[in-house]
């Protein structure tokens, strides 16, 4: 069975901090780019960070840079979200998904995606 798990979601406050974990069940990581996206209630899905192969990290979005990071863990075969500084605006779902090639923030280009877990940023 092929899956991605998304874990480590939930409720901060502004400010806070959440580290996301991306965990696959059936193929390796380390093969693919994996990206991170959010999607919020009425809007597009939108890239976040994204680590190639190389582990090069690629921000997909302007409003995350000096906030969030991105980290692979081979040994452990998963990829990280770390979010520090949080804002109500980052409320969102937030799915990892795997591309074999270089990253990407185009959805598209992404052939198989986590189910993802819900990060709620409120006071």
């Known amino acids: 069975q092929l899956q991605l798990v998304e874990s480590g979601g939930g409720l901060v406050q502004p400010g806070g901090s959440l580290r996301l974990s991306c965990t696959p069940s059936?193929?390796?990581?380390?093969?693919?780019?994996i990206g991170w996206f959010r999607q919020a209630p009425g809007k597009e899905r939108e890239g976040v960070l994204c680590?190639?192969?190389?582990?090069?990290?690629?921000f997909l979005a302007n409003s995350v840079k000096g906030r969030f990071t991105i980290s692979r863990d081979n040994a452990k075969n998963t990829v990280y979200l770390q979010m520090n500084d949080l804002a109500p605006d980052d409320t969102a779902v937030y799915y990892c998904a795997r591309r074999y090639s270089y990253c990407s923030g185009d959805v598209t280009l992404y052939d198989h995606w986590g189910q993802g877990t819900q990060v709620t940023v409120s006071s």
């Open positions: 680590i190639a192969t190389n582990n090069r990290p690629l």
């Open positions: 059936g193929f390796t990581l380390r093969n693919y780019a």
